[in-house]
């Protein structure tokens, strides 16, 4: 079955299901992309561009809330942090949200930079995304101003980024490629100088790496997974 589906943790019973489909006829059809803004929201993308926005009936069950289209190619990625919420494509655009209790709201839109956006996450008023041409770009945001500026650019992996992540108590950035490597990056300074320092770098030999999370809150563990494996990796910093 494909689109979104909602179980519950402790009996693993199905609570909730949607297709997302947009797709005409019997085309292919699949969601992409999976956000959890405050407030028991759930946002969801698929791979005709469309955002869907569900949140929690008073009975406790989850209700469709909001539906809107901003790209043209299949969604990559979603992320959020407090009320702003990122949504990324195959097409490399970025588009930037505010989550409400009746609407999505569209209020910047980062334009492509010629390759696959695979991955974004938001922290701290800073937008980073990860790219296929193995670049990783920082962004800052002026949510009052409604301005998004690039602050840094980053050569970071020689081939496709499949998986970022985001330490939320120190900002260390963990990104794994299809060239082997696990890399982590830490952001420091400000949004008007961001700074960002290599700090670790391991190759696992001979094996695309496929994802990658960090398993603290200040990235001092992280796991990364592997094409055609059923092992994970773990490492210390």
């Known amino acids: 079955m494909s689109g979104l589906q909602v ?65 043209s190619s299949p ?4 992320a959020c942090s407090k009320e702003m919420m990122a949504s990324c494509d195959d097409g490399g655009i970025i588009v930037l949200w505010s989550i409400t209790p009746d609407e999505m709201i569209q209020w910047a839109e980062i334009t492509s930079y010629g390759s696959a956006c695979t991955s974004v996450e938001v922290w701290r008023g800073l937008v980073v995304a990860a790219y296929g041409s193995g670049h990783i770009r920082v962004f800052s945001v002026d949510h009052r101003r409604r301005e998004v500026t690039l602050s840094i650019e980053i050569a970071a992996h020689a081939k496709w980024i499949t998986a970022l992540d985001i330490a ?5 950035v963990l ?9 982590v990056w830490q952001i420091s ?34 796991a990364v997974s592997i094409y055609d494996s059923n092992l994970v990796q773990c490492f210390k910093m």
């Open 189 to 222: 300074g400000t949004q008007d100088n961001v700074v960002v320092v290599h700090r670790f770098s391991s190759q696992v030999k001979d094996c695309m790496l496929v994802g990658g999370r960090f398993l603290t809150l200040s990235g001092s563990l992280f």
């Open 168 to 172: 939320p108590e120190s900002g260390l």
């Open 7 to 71: 179980f519950d943790c402790s009996s693993l019973s199905l609570r909730f299901s949607h297709p997302c489909k947009d797709s005409p006829g019997g085309r292919e059809h699949f969601a992409r992309g999976l956000a959890n803004p405050p407030g028991d929201y759930l946002c969801v993308g698929n791979n005709s561009g469309v955002v869907r926005l569900f949140g929690m009936s008073d009975d406790g069950g989850m209700i469709f809330i909001d539906r809107k289209q901003a790209h």
């Open 75 to 78: 969604i990559a990625d979603l």
């Open 175 to 183: 990104s794994v490629s299809e060239d082997s490597f696990a890399k």
